[in-house]
C-alpha cells in the first residue's frame, strides 16, 4: 500500500481530528434542535489543518440552514383545532436566520474551540421558540364560516361571528399565518372607498396583523356579521368583529 497506519500525513489528520473534530456546536431550534455532526464540522475547517474556520465553507453552511429551516410564510399543511385539513402560505409569521451575522457568528464559533450551544442569529423571529409547527395556542379565522375562534393550550376559549374582506370588491383577507404585530386602543382607520372617496372610522379594539393596515377590530357600523355578508359587502380587507365580544379576544 502507498499509505500506511505511520504515514506523516495521516498522523498529522489523526490529531487535528482529535482535536478540533470533538467540538460540540449545538443550534437550539425547538423540537428541531441538532448539533453539528463530526463529518460536517470537518468541511468548514480550512485545509491546511490549522484549525481555523474556512469562511466561505461556512457561508455556503448557512445558506444551506437557511433554505432548509427559515419558515416565514411557507406553506404549512396542518390539522387545525377546529379540525380543518388545509394547507396555507403567506403571512408574517415564523423564523428567518440573519445569514451573514450567522455566518460570522458561526466562523468565531469553530475558531474558539468551544463547545457551543444557542439559537441562531436571526433576521426575523417571532414569539416563543423556532417552530415548524403550528402548536396549539392560536387565533383561527375561518373566511367560510366566518367565525374567529381563540384556541389556548388546545381548547376553545373564545367564538364569534366575523365580516372579512369584500370577495367582489377583490378586497379578501389575506390568507396565512401571521401573528399580532400591534395591539391598541382606541384609533382611526382611514382608507378610500369605492367611489374614491376617503373614510374615516374610529375602532375601540385594534389587533394588527399585517404592516399594510389589516388587522382585527370592532365594527360598530355593523348590526350583523357571519353567513355570506363578506361576500357582498365585507370589509377592505380587516377582520370585522362585533364590539361586546371583541373585549373578551382583546
Given at each position: ?18 482535536k478540533y ?39 455556503n453552511y ?103 374582506g369584500s ?84
Amino acid at each position: 500500500p502507498e499509505i500506511t497506519s505511520d504515514d506523516p500525513e495521516l498522523k498529522k489528520y489523526q490529531e487535528f481530528c482529535k482535536k478540533y473534530l470533538t467540538q460540540k456546536i449545538t443550534y437550539e431550534m425547538g423540537d428541531e434542535t441538532f448539533t453539528i455532526a463530526p463529518e460536517t464540522l470537518s468541511t468548514l475547517f480550512k485545509s491546511d489543518m490549522s484549525g481555523n474556520a474556512d469562511e466561505s465553507a461556512v457561508e455556503n453552511y448557512i445558506k444551506q440552514m437557511a433554505d432548509s429551516y427559515d419558515n416565514v410564510g411557507a406553506e404549512r399543511s396542518f390539522k387545525t383545532l377546529a379540525g380543518k385539513n388545509i394547507k396555507i402560505k403567506g403571512g408574517t409569521y415564523g423564523w428567518t436566520i440573519d445569514k451573514k451575522k450567522e455566518a460570522m457568528q458561526l466562523t468565531a464559533d469553530i475558531n474558539s474551540h468551544k463547545d457551543i450551544s444557542r439559537k441562531p442569529v436571526y433576521s426575523f423571529e417571532s414569539y416563543g421558540t423556532y417552530t415548524k409547527t403550528m402548536g396549539n395556542t392560536y387565533v383561527d379565522i375561518d373566511f367560510t364560516k366566518q367565525q374567529v375562534k381563540f384556541f389556548k393550550d388546545g381548547e376553545e376559549k373564545f367564538s364569534c361571528s366575523v365580516v372579512t374582506g369584500s370577495k367582489i370588491r377583490g378586497d379578501s383577507t389575506p390568507e396565512g399565518t401571521y401573528y399580532i404585530l400591534n395591539r391598541l386602543r382606541h384609533v382611526v382607520m382611514r382608507g378610500d372607498n369605492d367611489d374614491g372617496t376617503r373614510y374615516e372610522e374610529p375602532a375601540s379594539y385594534w389587533m394588527g396583523v399585517t404592516w399594510n393596515g389589516i388587522g382585527m377590530h370592532d365594527s360598530s357600523w355593523r348590526t350583523k356579521f357571519g353567513g355570506d355578508i363578506w361576500k357582498t359587502n365585507g370589509s377592505h380587507g380587516c377582520i370585522n368583529m362585533p364590539k361586546k365580544e371583541i373585549p373578551k379576544l382583546f
